[in-house]
């Protein structure tokens, strides 16, 4: 089936489609043996040779992309020494060897990527790319909006200040409330030690959203597979900061967006939260 060559050389897991289309239009690209800078150009990818760099386009490794909705009480590595159940024991059918993109408490829940492509989860966890996570976390009592800035402001740890954070306030009961919380860093246990440093211990912690991957309605213990267009958007994001980096110009990576800060929702007797079913657009 043809198809159009960025779009080819995207999904074999090389790059984005936008920096697919700047490697064709700057001569990278060839077809055939001749090479093509036509952007629209079309491809059957089981009769022509594409060749990126000179290198043909089909030895590249075909990359697999999952999103899993880690339930509570479930260790979020591949194997555990212990016997505990692991994210591993959810992906049952899935014959590629993924691997986690970094990790969830044992005890948090919501949102994990897994993908067999190394480079692209390396890079959405280096530091240096402030790829941003958002947490919706049940926090004992209600925080005054003086914590809240603290915690966007950025808290003392033991091991150093948190860079700029978000916080959302989402909805509070009489003994509790519900946040969403954004931050850009990923140290150990972060957000909950985060809330215990200014006096709210978390209760529950779900992850929504990671860069421009969100939960959605996925029910907890189930996965599917990230759209194409979900998995280009990763790779974009990664690029854009790798190339932020590269040109030394973080600052558009850190840029935090100006907080309008709305009111807590009023208490609601029927709705609870859970991430098996936390709707997230
Ligand atoms: N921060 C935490 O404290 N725990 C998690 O599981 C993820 C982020």
Redesign the pocket.
């Known amino acids: 089936m043809e198809m159009r060559l960025q779009k080819l050389i995207a999904s074999t897991g090389l790059s984005s489609r936008r920096k697919a289309e700047m490697l064709i239009a700057s001569g990278r690209v060839s077809v055939n043996g001749k090479v093509v800078t036509e952007l629209g150009t079309k491809v059957d990818p089981e009769r022509d040779h594409v060749k990126v760099d000179g290198k043909h386009l089909t030895s590249a490794q075909p990359f697999v992309y999952l999103l899993l909705n880690k339930p509570k009480n479930v260790m979020?590595t591949l194997d555990d020494p212990g016997g505990r159940t692991t994210v591993k024991d959810f992906l049952r059918g899935v014959s590629v060897r993924v691997f986690p993109v970094g990790?969830?408490?044992f005890?948090?829940e919501g949102l994990m990527l897994l993908t067999n492509n190394g480079d692209l989860a390396q890079a959405l966890l280096h530091p240096r790319y402030h790829v941003p996570?958002t947490?919706l976390i049940k926090v004992k009592r209600i925080l005054t909006d003086e914590e809240i800035v603290r915690l966007e402001r950025g808290v003392r740890l033991d091991d150093g200040m948190t860079s700029p954070a978000l916080v959302k306030k989402v909805k509070k009961a009489e003994q509790n409330s519900w946040l969403e919380l954004t931050?850009r860093e990923?140290?150990?246990?972060?957000?909950?030690?985060?809330l215990e440093s200014v006096g709210h211990p978390?209760i529950k912690?779900i992850?929504i959203r990671m860069g421009p991957i969100s939960l959605g309605d996925l029910p907890a213990g189930e996965f599917r597979f990230l759209t194409d267009r979900e998995a280009n958007a990763l790779r974009e994001l990664v690029e854009t900061r790798q190339e932020a980096v590269e040109r030394g110009d973080e600052q558009v990576v850190r840029s935090k967006r100006p907080v309008r800060r709305a009111g807590w929702a009023k208490p609601e007797k029927t709705k609870k939260f859970s991430s098996k079913k936390v709707r997230v657009v």
Request: aromatic share 4%.
């Open positions: 979020s990790r969830l408490d005890d948090s996570k947490y931050i990923g140290r150990k246990h972060q957000v909950k030690r985060m978390v912690l992850r």
